[in-house]
């Protein structure tokens, strides 16, 4: 057991660590790399992963980029400035124990585990600066949108950290409490999902109707894809849009009527009261200290 010191010193190249090397890694150190490559700053890049046959293509990836890979931590050759933890909620605990002798007391602590409070991880490292991301998963083509939320101990300065290894991702949201967090799982964490499904139904429905399958799906997408393009430039609110083109008796009014009838704005506001009561349930279960 041994612990690599920084002795409170960023140098001109400071050290991310990794821990898991999953596809969100992949996106937050992509959008690293390229950001550094566009505006001349430097990381040094570490990806921890105990060996996995199925993220072999990934790690391959990793060493193709020039990072350092390997296999525990007490491989790790220099000390950490800020340690990355993406690894799934109900393995944090054990992964965090596992691993944080080597970190050192100044390190900086990220997480992108769902549900599991800072005060959890703080507990766990003995170190309280610890900052928790929801990230989603449109981040790993740089179009993604994540929550924020820094614990006290946690200096201006170390939240610049966390915005230039992530700003590359997507939009990124700093939120003022941490319960906070639980709605944004539900707006953006796994609001990807509501999109998909949404696209999904309209393709299917298409379909039915009698277009081609590929047509069917194109015609959603780049629908879906429009209509948020259109959102984002516009200064008229998406009930707004969704009004100009809703001309009563035309064909947009009776589909609209028909999601009023259903109930569909509840439907949606009870499926994120859902997925909210879940995060929080999934703090209590994996984030015990």
């Not at 990836?61 to 491989?75: E, P, S």
């Not at 005060?119 to 170190?127: D, P």
């Not at 179009?143 to 006290?152: K, Q, R, S, T």
């Not at 439907?267 to 009261?273: D, E, F, G, L, V």
Request: net charge neutral; with cysteine.
């Amino acid at each position: 057991m041994h612990m690599l010191t920084n002795n409170n010193a960023l140098t001109t190249q400071p050290h991310v660590v990794f821990i898991g090397g999953g596809n969100m890694t992949r996106a937050i150190v992509g959008g690293m790399l390229t950001d550094a490559n566009a505006h001349s700053t430097s990381f040094k890049v570490s990806v921890v992963q105990r060996s996995d046959p199925n993220k072999q293509a990934l790690l391959n990836d990793f060493a193709v980029l020039g990072l350092d890979v390997v296999t525990t931590v007490d491989q790790l050759s220099v000390p950490a400035h800020i340690a990355v933890w993406a690894v799934k909620p109900q393995v944090l605990k054990q992964v965090v124990l596992a691993n944080q002798h080597v970190f050192g007391p100044d390190v900086l602590h990220v997480s992108v585990a769902a549900g599991v409070p800072t005060h959890a991880l703080s507990a766990w490292l003995a170190n309280p600066h610890v900052v928790r991301c929801m990230p989603n998963t449109p981040s790993t083509v740089g179009m993604g949108a994540a929550g924020l939320f820094a614990c006290d101990a946690v200096t201006t300065e170390q939240r610049r950290q966390v915005e230039r290894i992530l700003k590359a991702t997507g939009l990124l949201v700093w939120v003022d409490s941490e319960s906070q967090l639980e709605a944004v799982t539900a707006v953006s964490g796994s609001g990807p999902a509501y999109f998909f499904y949404f696209i999904q139904s309209m393709a299917d429905a298409g379909q039915a109707m009698g277009l081609p399958a590929h047509t069917a799906l194109a015609l959603a997408i780049a629908t879906a894809r429009g209509a948020a393009e259109l959102a984002t430039r516009s200064e008229e609110t998406p009930a707004q849009l969704q009004q100009r083109v809703t001309s009563k008796g035309g064909a947009t009014f009776e589909a609209i009527a028909v999601f009023n009838q259903a109930q569909l704005a509840s439907t949606i506001a009870h499926a994120m009261a859902a997925c909210s009561a879940r995060a929080t349930a999934m703090g209590h279960e994996f984030g015990t200290v």
